[in-house]
């Protein structure tokens, strides 16, 4: 079973949510659904992270917290929100002793505070075998943008400009350090000056879980436009060599944006804006090398 | 490790959110946060249902989804709300095929569908091994009675009545076909209507989802109060021959609350309403049977 299919295949038995139900303005599909409660627009989304999936047996509980949170607070970012809270499940190991559950509490309350969205409630529960994998899910509601409201992933139109934040690749390298996967940092006040600074001219966003290239080929697909994209232009991280590693490792957690007009070569924060392309007529996601074009939508990493 | 124990931790650790946070109203440690968002005041609540813990490996994936979807929607009603929508996450066995994972989320859509809480996102991924264990989380957001507001467990007081809707224990058997955790129906409408009805009388309200006993005794230690409840006012499932079976059994889903005044002995819906004690000042809760006083808290079921 692919990811990709199934998700395909939920967003396509919801897409008529919002005809059958008033408060739903985008169902599945996007980085987070978009509910109009009262006067309000609100975001939400939710994420798991799986021992042996998206961290190891020996990742610290502080990291795994920490990756647990930034996941849903990255997708808040990529619609250009606000947090306002969390909620959160953890399924425990049975060998776990309170020190230790004590202690991943304490470190999910303190990364959702650090990012403002404090944890207001959850559940726990303990596995039957210690062979079961640790697992966390996090819930996460925000405000949509005051002026530019909430950024879908379907707005791309052409002649935009492709652009990303920060650079790519080797989110799961150990040569540094710690991978940045586990420590991230979600571009919320860059997705949130962006949508101040470009307003109505950021025209579609999503943040880069899955690498660039399936991500991409993502968004032409829900914008129903084609992306080209010039592999010499991907901004690498140090020591990825490669455009197809940049583009394919996955966690990344930069934005991708589409975008028509002028766009600042560098967010307010600091954080480098490189433009990769751009915004055609057509379908699919492509990116040219020395004149050959590639499927980009083949390249990007699949959380089985 | 208890849960009990865990839960208590978490609840004293988050004490202070709402001064913290002024979008906290309530925090960890009732059937769902409260928070404030404009003028909007929102329930949040999540739960996780896991293979071999909350239900068979050989439980129809259209009753896991059930379960799932209903353990949420009832934590919405024992504060008296009234469902949003929700999100879900999936952590599904390798071995599923896109049919099975289908149904299961079309199961989950439905049965949101069902209780007016359009399944509007969520996240799936695929465990590492075959042995690793099913498991679902719904989160779902609500709105706070119109004019009751949201219901706490927190506000039960002296001379109060205490009552249970339905009746209690045996919802694992499966003499009668299966077993009622698996196909409750969440007290909403009964909540809501016990809200208008009752008005401000309604003091205090919580689900039965670890027994009588031991739900009870919370309800007493989040009020600063002391329940005295008659084991022989407790309203028995028919097979049900002992009140510490209908006390302690857990996973009920029906409704708890503590009101002053006159209640009625049915809802509008024509759900029995018994009133099975009083509070009193003190703390704890005990159970009087002939004459002796048994310890309340120590009856219930604990989803370890």
Redesign the interface.
């Known amino acids: ?1 692919r ?1 990709e ?3 395909a ?2 967003t396509a ?2 897409r008529d ?1 919002p005809a ?2 008033g ?2 303005l ?3 599909g ?1 980085d ?2 978009v ?1 109009q ?4 627009r ?1 975001l ?5 992270v ?1 021992e ?3 961290f190891r047996r020996n990742t610290s509980l502080d990291l795994v917290a920490r990756k647990a949170a930034a996941r849903s607070i990255s997708d808040i970012a990529a619609m250009a929100g606000s947090p ?2 969390m ?3 953890a ?2 190991k049975p060998g ?3 020190a230790e ?2 202690a991943l ?2 470190a999910l ?1 303190e990364w959702a505070e650090h990012w ?1 969205c ?12 210690a ?3 640790l ?1 966390l ?1 996090v ?1 996460a ?1 925000g ?1 949509v943008h005051p002026v530019r409201g909430a950024v879908l992933r379907s707005g791309a139109r052409e002649g935009d400009g492709i652009y990303v934040t920060g650079s790519l690749g080797g989110s799961f390298e150990q040569e540094t350090g710690l991978g940045r996967h586990l420590t991230f940092e979600p571009r919320l006040k860059e997705a949130a000056w962006l949508a101040s600074t470009l307003g109505d001219g950021l025209h579609a966003m999503m943040d880069l879980s899955d690498g660039l290239g399936r991500d991409a080929d993502r968004m032409a697909r829900a914008s129903g436009v084609r992306m080209e994209m010039d592999a010499s232009a991907i901004p690498k991280n140090p020591g990825v060599r490669d455009w197809k590693r940049a583009a394919g490792d996955g966690e990344d957690y930069e934005l991708l944006f589409a975008a028509a007009g002028n766009v600042p070569a560098r967010t307010e924060s600091g954080v480098a804006i490189a433009k990769i392309g751009v915004v055609v007529r057509g379908e699919g996601c492509v990116i040219a090398e020395d004149g050959k074009l590639m499927d980009a939508g083949g390249l990007g990493w699949e ?2």
């Open positions: 079973m990811e299919e199934l998700l295949m939920m038995r919801s949510l059958r139900f408060q739903v985008t169902g599945p996007d987070c659904a509910v409660i009262g006067e309000q609100l939400l989304t939710v994420d798991q799986i042996g999936r998206h306002v809270c909620v959160a499940t399924a425990l776990m002793d309170q559950a004590d509490y304490m309350k403002e404090p944890l207001v409630g959850g559940d726990t529960a303990t596995l039957a075998s062979n079961d994998p697992m899910t819930t509601i405000r959380h089985r």
